[in-house]
């Protein structure tokens, strides 16, 4: 077939891409989370760190619990707005209730009314956030099939999820003094961010009218439960995992422990903390980490997505090995050498971010390449549920040191000096964990097979095998191998390709029909 008379990708329109990508604004809602809660439950309604680390064990236990179910129910729904886009009417309203309680908590007395009302609005803000955002990184697969424009997907995301990161950062310290006590400015706070996070849904809906066509999975729940721990048998998802999770869960230590670094470790010598000292710095961090996207695009292009995390994470632990050695600043003028640093790290979490994003679209190819089905649901759903998994345990680890370490809540709004064990934990937990997890990601991207030919020719499988075209089973077996694994599981390599390559040639195909992009399509187009 010539490419060009191949059908238009509608996921290929730059203006639909960009729509779709909104919905990445609601993804900052957990860096806000991250970034702010921890230290808001310990130092604002002053629950005891002990205890804010049960309810974050807790939270993240039922939140990763209802991941994988969340996957399956949007893998089977039934309606008329699809599998996926019912999910994202259903959330319109939560998604700015759920973030607005969890900010407004009446002044509470007591510890257990305390511990009850912040583990409630935890679950109903976490269930929320599922709800939507399991649905919509499923959707991201369905969007288009294309590896290229799915790195270009990512990348608009990584810029909607960059700008709503940066006013996560910046708006809710200044919009908590502007309430003129710290209970009144966080509600401010939360009625403007949560009417931010809700407002992309009906746009996201528009977006993908028409593309959630896919057909709903047959499958039973019992069946859902017996397969939904089956792609870790494959070799490409459990590379990825190792890399996904090692990423996620460095960003999640860094995001609740950086304000106590900022506050009692590098800023409390210098005359107290203020959020507003840290705007450049976070500011530089953010604008190197959105000007990166092209850099890492092109190193995905030519050398793979591995390539680019493995770039991306060499610059992440250098910052780490940064925020582990830096003294306390000595001055509050002196908080501009953060700038670097903050640069730094920008440019190490960009092109990790985009590429495990990018990534697990990939799986959904190698799960129709096992299952026989397209199962985008169960992979979102599984790797929320390892995500909060590892969050869980990892952040009550680093808030259960805290308190174990003596830390001293404010009295009133006075800030009290903490002892140096629980600087050494801080600095610890940001910095030295951060750095072996990244390392364990990068050990894992450099064995990863599925690159942008292999995706290609997979493609290319599937899509003959969806219009009733049977290849030589030896294609099939051969791309089982390399991308799933098992007993015969071979290491993908130039020799493996060129086999691959002369069977489908052989079974009709031709590398312009199996490499052709929608852009060069459209190209074609206009000559």
């Given at each position: 077939m010539d490419s060009r008379n191949k059908p238009k990708d509608p996921g290929a329109s730059v203006s639909r891409m960009f729509v779709f990508g909104t919905g990445d604004i609601y993804g900052s809602a957990i860096s806000v989370y991250s970034f702010f809660y921890a230290k808001f439950v310990t130092d604002v309604i002053c629950l005891e760190p002990i205890y804010a680390g049960v309810v974050w064990l807790l939270t993240n236990i039922w939140d990763a619990a209802i991941d994988p179910v969340m996957g399956y129910l949007s893998d089977i729904t039934r309606s008329r707005f699809?599998?996926?886009?019912?999910?994202?009417?259903?959330?319109?309203?939560?998604?700015?209730?759920?973030?607005?309680?969890?900010?407004?908590?009446?002044?509470?007395?007591?510890?257990?009314?305390?511990?009850?009302?912040?583990?409630?609005?935890?679950?109903?803000?976490?269930?929320?956030?599922?709800?939507?955002?399991?649905?919509?990184?499923?959707?991201?697969?369905?969007?288009?099939?294309?590896?290229?424009?799915?790195?270009?997907?990512?990348?608009?995301?990584?810029?909607?999820?960059?700008?709503?990161?940066?006013?996560?950062?910046?708006?809710?310290?200044?919009?908590?003094?502007?309430?003129?006590?710290?209970?009144?400015?966080?509600?401010?706070?939360?009625?403007?961010?949560?009417?931010?996070?809700?407002?992309?849904?009906?746009?996201?809906?528009?977006?993908?009218?028409?593309?959630?066509?896919?057909?709903?999975?047959?499958?039973?729940?019992?069946?859902?439960?017996?397969?939904?721990?089956?792609?870790?048998?494959?070799?490409?998802?459990?590379?990825?995992?190792?890399?996904?999770?090692s990423a996620i869960a460095a960003l999640d230590l860094i995001s609740m422990l950086f304000v106590y670094y900022a506050d009692y470790y590098l800023l409390g010598s210098g005359g107290g903390f203020s959020f507003e000292k840290l705007i450049v710095p976070i500011g530089g961090a953010l604008i190197v980490q959105a000007a990166a996207v092209p850099v890492y695009n092109g190193i995905s292009k030519r050398s793979g997505k591995h390539a680019a995390y493995i770039v991306s994470g060499v610059l992440w632990i250098l910052g780490c090995a940064v925020i582990f050695l830096l003294p306390p600043l000595s001055s509050p003028a002196s908080v501009m050498w953060l700038l670097p640093l903050g640069m730094l790290m920008g440019a190490g979490i960009s092109g990790i971010m985009i590429m495990t994003g990018s990534i697990l679209s990939d799986m959904a190819e190698v799960g129709e390449l096992k299952f026989g089905e397209r199962r985008e649901g169960m992979f979102s759903g599984l790797m929320l549920f390892l995500r909060k998994g590892g969050d869980a345990l990892i952040n009550f680890l680093a808030l259960a040191s805290l308190g174990l370490a003596g830390y001293a809540a404010p009295v009133g709004n006075i800030k009290q000096p903490q002892p140096e064990s629980v600087l050494l934990v801080i600095r610890i937990f940001l910095a030295a964990v951060p750095a072996l997890l990244i390392l364990a990601g990068i050990i894992a991207a450099a064995k990863y097979p599925l690159g942008a030919r292999l995706h290609a020719m997979l493609n290319f499988y599937l899509k003959k095998r969806r219009e009733g075209i049977e290849l030589d089973s030896k294609i099939g077996d051969l791309l089982f191998s390399a991308v799933i694994g098992g007993k015969n599981g071979i290491v993908y390599n130039k020799s493996v390709e060129r086999d691959l390559l002369r069977m489908i040639k052989e079974a009709g195909g031709t590398e312009e029909e199996i490499f052709a992009r929608p852009s060069d399509n459209k190209k074609r187009s206009r000559a």
């Open positions: 699809g599998r996926r886009r019912v999910f994202f009417i259903a959330g319109m309203l939560p998604v700015f209730v759920s973030f607005f309680l969890l900010w407004n908590p009446v002044r509470l007395a007591s510890t257990g009314v305390k511990f009850a009302y912040v583990l409630t609005t935890s679950l109903l803000f976490k269930s929320v956030y599922t709800m939507v955002m399991v649905p919509y990184n499923a959707m991201r697969t369905e969007f288009t099939l294309d590896y290229a424009l799915r790195n270009r997907l990512a990348l608009m995301g990584m810029i909607f999820s960059s700008a709503a990161t940066a006013l996560a950062y910046i708006l809710p310290p200044a919009l908590a003094d502007f309430g003129g006590d710290s209970l009144s400015g966080y509600t401010y706070m939360a009625l403007i961010l949560g009417l931010l996070f809700a407002l992309p849904w009906p746009l996201v809906l528009l977006s993908t009218r028409g593309m959630d066509n896919f057909p709903p999975a047959k499958r039973s729940f019992i069946d859902f439960v017996r397969t939904t721990l089956g792609p870790f048998g494959f070799k490409s998802f459990r590379r990825f995992a190792v890399m996904y999770l």
